[in-house]
């Protein structure tokens, strides 16, 4: 479990962090730290004495992979909003190197035609790899074809067993969540979440239910609130719980902006938050879990880590090493004012 000033201390750093401490964009933190002459000497300067504070070192994996390959890696995604695959590729640069590996990236927009179009877009300018990530955690179909390049399925594993597929474990993220709300001492946890036809809303509760069973216990209301993924949501099963169950004293939500809605609700009803009543979220989405009146705890699905990870794995496939074919790691807790009141 983890603050957030104290996350930056339990990994190691990345050109992301060198960037954000010398207040320039990543892309200049890696032409700094190259020797590019096309950065002023005075923001040079700023950046590689952050990269000295924070103990960065560009990453040596990347230079040795490159001797006769293009330096090109194409990322793949569905996800629209980039809420997830911007971090993942961000975490694969991180794994890349600076300015070592080049990325191009193409959103599919959930069209297998256009997935394929893209593929062969990426091919014909002879990518290392490919790295395909899912808007959602449900198995997909593999890529179909002739692919001559390795590729790494994230977020979304594989239909195919002997892909190497990078995943969340959702099941450990909602006894997580559930562990975090019995610590704060409740024990009359709901649990407000998404569409049951997600993979992620039925893992979540999956492990929620374990974790209060483990506990000797079971959710308010004896079942998940299935709904959507959106704050109305929220707001509206929010508004069921209280009503029916009044001695409700945490929600566990299975998403931010469910959560975000659910804390409008508690709000309005005048619950207290988190005095009366703990609120925690899933996927720690900065824009809302940082912004919500009180801050969001969530959990946090480490994305940029399987963004590096994944990196990493699809350098040792392009070398020619045998990989894991699949690999699942855990999320973590985020503390906010929603469930842990700070002085």
Known sequence: MTTEREALANRAPTLTDVAKLAGVS??????AINGRGEVKAATRARVLEAAEVLSFAPN??????????????????SDLEGRFSIPILMGAEDAFGAGQVSVFLCDARGDAIREMHHVRALLSRRVDGL?????????????TGNIPVPVVYVYAPSANPDDISITVDNVGGGRLAVDHLLSC?????????????FQAARDRAEGAVAALAAAGLALVGGRP?????????????????????????????????????VLDTLRDLGRDVPGSTSVIGFDNWEAIAAYSRPRLTSIDMNLQRLGAVAGQRLFAAIDGVAMASSEEFPGRVVLRESTVPFG
């Open 225 to 261: 609130y299935f709904g959507s993924w959106d704050e109305s949501w929220g707001r509206a099963a929010a508004r069921l719980v209280v009503g029916q169950h009044p001695e409700v004293d945490a929600i566990f939500c299975g998403s931010d902006q469910i959560a975000r809605g």
């Open 185 to 197: 001492g409740r024990r009359n946890i709901a649990h407000i979440t998404g569409e049951a036809s």
């Open 26 to 31: 990543v892309a200049t933190a890696s032409k």
């Open 131 to 143: 790295i395909v990530v899912g808007s959602r955690t449900d198995p997909r179909s593999p890529l």
């Open 60 to 77: 040596a994996l990347a230079r040795g992979l490159l001797s006769g390959r293009t330096g090109t890696v194409g990322l793949l995604t």
